[in-house]
Structures are given as C-alpha cells and as structure tokens.
C-alpha cells in the first residue's frame, strides 16, 4: 500500500514538473512573440520617420531634376540593414515632378510619393505681374468690367504636360460631398463645380470644360489645368488661384478673384468683377505626401 501511496505522489510530482516545465515554455514563447512584436513595432516607427525624413529632403528644392539614390541605415535595436531609396522624376517639359521614397528593411516596406507643379520663370513672371492674361484682346466694351485690374494681351502659352499614370480621377459624386482634394488629380471630361465653399488646396487638370457655379467659394489655394472652355459663374469668390485654359474664359458679375487667369483665347466677362494681381500667383504647388 505504501509503495503504490509513493508512486503516486512521483506521478503527481512528475505531473506538477511537467505542468511547470510547459507553463515556462509557454511563457517564455509568449514574451518572446511579444519582444518580437515589439522589436517590429520600433521598425515599423524607425521606417517611417526614416521615410518622412527623406521626402523632406526632397521637397526643399524645387529645381531638383531627375535623381535616384539608395543609402543604407542600421535600425536599432537589432542592428537590421535598411535599405532607403530616393526617385524623382520629372515631365519632359520639367513642369511636374513625382518624388518617391522607399524604406525596406526585411521583408518589409514603407514607401511615400507626392506630386509636384513647377510653372516655368517666364509663366511664373506674367503670373505675379497680371491678375488676367489673354492671347487674344478683351473688347474694348467689356474692359471696363476688369475695375482696372493688371491685364496684358499677346501671349500665348503650351499646356503643362502631365502624367495621368501618377494622378487620380476625380469622381463628380465625390466633389458634390467633399469638395477637391489636395492631391493633383484630374477629370476626363467636363467638370461642374458645384456652389459649396471649397477649403484647403487643391490641383484641377480637367481634359473637357470647365464651369464654376454661381456662389462658389474656394479659400484655399486652387490651381486649375483647363484643356477646354472655362466659364466661371458670378459671384464666385477665389482667394488664391492660378487658372490656365485653353478655352476662352467667361466670367460672371459680382467675382471677386484674387490671383491669375490665362487664357488662349480671350476673356468674355458679363458684368462688373473685381480682380486682384499675387504676386506669387505662379508658386510652385506641392501635393501632400502620402502613403504609397
């Protein structure tokens, strides 16, 4: 009896040990997936702001032309090579520009991109020095609806050429509810903005017609690329914009504009507006960086 009391009390210990031995084990492989996890948290931060570091880079001059570079970092605390990767690209009339970052460390990565509009000097000149600019003269009856704005005559100019690969189709439902981005993005056929207030920035390359609704309001900066005609209904009030149509632009009464329009053709103004030069009009417009 006493031999199979003894027996029993190994087995209850043995049991117990074993018992013991597996908690540790499943312990031990839970902090460790947890220090794994952990050690990949810090990764995950380090090639972010790794990534942010270098776009910033980037988006200092704004005459950087075609560049593609790669550096190695060490991520601490394991010592894992990172591999960063810097590419800019640029339209064949250097008036675009794609900047993108790539952070791999592993078998993971973080890539960025932005897009960028650069008008040339000799635009960016006529811009800050006219609020309108037409290649063919506004009639002498309707002049006086400018209230004596800076306005030239004469000049013609080539549309930017864009990459539509690197941009995004606008969707009208989207506009409707939330207004424009602050990406460049582009409509394939004629646009309608509807009378909403428009806030923030936003990049406009429409292939079709342009037409602003009456009442509109755009308080952020506003770049417009118009293949076609632009008509602009009244009392729309624009406080930075730089607008280039290839199509004649109509503008209603009671606008109040400050920046610059240009025009291929001409200005058919309805009614008395007011129009104020900037003489940054022509800046350069950075889209904002996002994750690729």
């Not at 932005?114 to 000097?121: D, L, T």
């Not at 989207?174 to 909403?196: A, Q, R």
């Amino acid at each position: 009896m006493w031999n199979r009391r003894s027996g029993s009390a190994s087995l209850l210990i043995l049991a117990g040990g074993l018992l013991l031995a597996g908690l540790g084990i499943l312990f031990s492989y839970y902090f460790s997936q947890n220090a794994n996890r952990q050690v990949e948290y810090v990764r995950g931060v380090q090639r972010r702001e790794l990534g942010y570091a270098a776009m910033a880079e980037l988006t200092v001059d704004d005459s950087l032309t075609a560049l593609a570079t790669t550096e190695d970092f060490i991520f601490q605390p394991d010592g894992i090579t990172a591999k960063v990767t810097k590419t800019v690209t640029v339209s064949s009339d250097n008036n675009f520009r794609l900047r993108e970052v790539q952070v791999a460390s592993g078998t993971e990565k973080f890539c960025l991109t932005q897009q960028s509009f650069i008008p040339s000097a000799a635009v960016q000149t006529r811009a800050g020095s006219y609020a309108l600019s037409s290649a063919v003269a506004v009639s002498s009856s309707k002049v006086k609806y400018m209230n004596g704005a800076a306005y030239s005559s004469g000049k013609t100019f080539n549309m930017p050429k864009y990459d539509l690969t690197n941009c995004i189709e606008y969707d009208q439902t989207e506009i409707n509810h939330y207004g424009l981005g602050g990406n460049i993005n582009y409509y394939s056929k004629n646009l309608t903005l509807p009378k909403m207030t428009y806030d923030g920035n936003a990049f406009v390359i429409v292939e079709g017609n342009l037409t602003i609704s009456n009442g509109a309001v755009f308080n952020g900066r506003t770049v417009f690329l118009v293949l076609g005609t632009t008509t602009i209904n009244a009392n729309v009030r624009m406080q930075d914009v730089f607008l280039l149509s290839n199509g004649t632009v109509t503008l209603g009464s009671g606008c109040n504009i400050t920046g610059h329009l240009r025009t291929n053709m001409t200005f058919d103004l309805k009614g008395n507006s007011n129009f104020v030069a900037r003489e940054d009009a022509g800046r350069a417009f950075n889209g904002v960086v996002f994750i690729k």
